[in-house]
């Protein structure tokens, strides 16, 4: 009787770590990404506000476009084409990293990630 209890035990216990194992490669997973989509989206917004701030004096700062000069909408009208281009090929990138990382088994350690490939194991 003790020696099955202390099977049905030691079961438990492997089952509950096999759990936890998952849990932790969910969560590390989601968390990488969570920081692979904050860096993409920090260099998309700085890019932007950097040109942003260069080149606003071309179309009147902050003018309302109704208010603006042909030339000056000219320039704001392009300033907005290549805003959305960043921003379009930034949020592409976010979904593909995003999907990449689905790829990998991801452990965090602190500030040490461990990757291993799903689909080649040695």
């Known amino acids: 009787m003790d020696e099955q209890r202390f099977s049905d035990l030691r079961r438990y ?6 759990r936890n194992k998952a849990s932790r490669q969910r969560s590390s997973a989601d968390h ?23 080149l606003s004096s071309f179309w009147g700062n902050k ?3 109704d208010d603006m000069a042909d030339s ?5 009208e392009a300033f907005q084409k290549v805003r959305e281009a960043i921003l379009d090929k930034g ?10 990382i689905g790829l990998f088994d991801v452990n965090y350690v602190g500030h040490k990630a461990v990757f291993t490939n799903k689909f080649h194991r040695d």
């Open 32 to 54: 990488l990404k969570e920081l692979a989509e904050k860096r993409i989206k920090t260099t998309m917004i700085g890019a932007i506000a950097a040109i942003e701030e260069e």
């Open 13 to 18: 216990a492997n089952e509950r770590d096999a």
């Open 91 to 100: 949020n592409a990138q976010i979904r593909s990293i995003c999907s990449e």
């Open 72 to 76: 000056e909408y000219f320039i704001w």
């Open 63 to 65: 003018k309302n476009p």
